[in-house]
């Protein structure tokens, strides 16, 4: 039986620590890693039902790409009931369910989260947007209308709906960053992209957008797609573990629309 370590470090084979950015915290961030593992929860995030899903299935490990913990983005100083960090912390150790996250790293790693999103929008010719291999650009097979692009974008990521500024052009050559990476635009653009699909894109980075159609597709629709690729990572280096994906982590932010 693999121990959550085996397991981190067959994630870190195909996805490298040193690939993560230097302010990330990657790995096995909860848990014990002499602990045999039958079962694994793949989810893009360790939220609070995410925790209680896995609990509930039994299974030892939760494999996602968002670190449950990072003090760039919450500084700790307690691990206490809190009704936030705290209490999911304490849910995770109180049930004995390990995290790995990998994150920065997955999203350089080749057949990561970029890899998939590129894949997943029918792009081929695949290279990174960036030196840092942050992002990717392809080539679409035939150009397409920004129109009919659109709705290949909402059909293949499953997304309710999105958020674009036309850039008045159609659309053949595409960057994309999965989550939010408005600020690698100028890449794409020296990069003669026509396209650009991110998320979380600010009011501001839609104004500043000239000459290029930018699709903001939503941050969990845009990197989800990477937990099949994980399952089927780890299905394939372990055949004797079950890989759950999770279902109750299915979308993020709903959109509301008139009817
Ligand atoms: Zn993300």
Not at 70 to 88: A, I, K, P, T, Y
Not at 95 to 101: L, M, N
Request: a negative charge; aromatic letters at 6%.
């Amino acid at each position: 039986m693999p121990t959550v370590r085996d397991i981190e470090r067959a994630l870190y084979d195909w996805a490298p620590r040193a690939l993560a950015a230097d302010w990330d915290n990657v790995g096995l961030l909860v848990g014990d890693g002499a602990r045999e593992v039958k079962r694994i929860l793949v989810a893009l995030d360790v939220t609070d039902w995410v925790a209680d899903e896995a609990a509930a299935r039994g299974a030892e490990l939760i494999v996602a790409h968002h670190p449950v913990l990072n003090s760039h983005w919450h500084e700790m100083q307690s691990v206490v009931e809190d009704g936030g960090q705290g209490s999911l912390l304490r849910k995770l150790v109180r049930c004995d369910v390990a995290a790995v996250c990998m994150h920065t790293n997955l999203d350089a790693a080749d057949g990561g989260v970029n890899d998939v999103l590129a894949q997943r929008l029918g792009l081929e010719g695949v290279f990174p947007l960036t030196e840092e291999r942050i992002g990717r650009v392809g080539t679409l097979k035939r150009e397409k209308s920004l129109e009919e692009f659109l709705s290949d974008v909402v059909q293949s990521l499953g997304c309710k709906g999105l958020r674009y500024r036309d850039g008045g052009r159609p659309v053949r050559k595409v960057a994309v960053g999965g989550g939010a990476c408005a600020e690698y635009l100028p890449c794409a653009l020296a990069l003669g992209c026509d396209t650009f699909v991110t998320a979380d894109v600010k009011y501001h980075d839609f104004l500043d957008a000239r000459g290029v159609n930018l699709i903001d597709a939503g941050h969990f629709e845009t990197e989800d797609p990477v937990c099949d690729a994980l399952r089927a990572y780890l299905a394939d280096k372990f055949p004797s573990l079950e890989l759950v994906r999770s279902t109750s982590h299915t979308e993020s932010v709903i959109q509301y629309y008139m009817k």
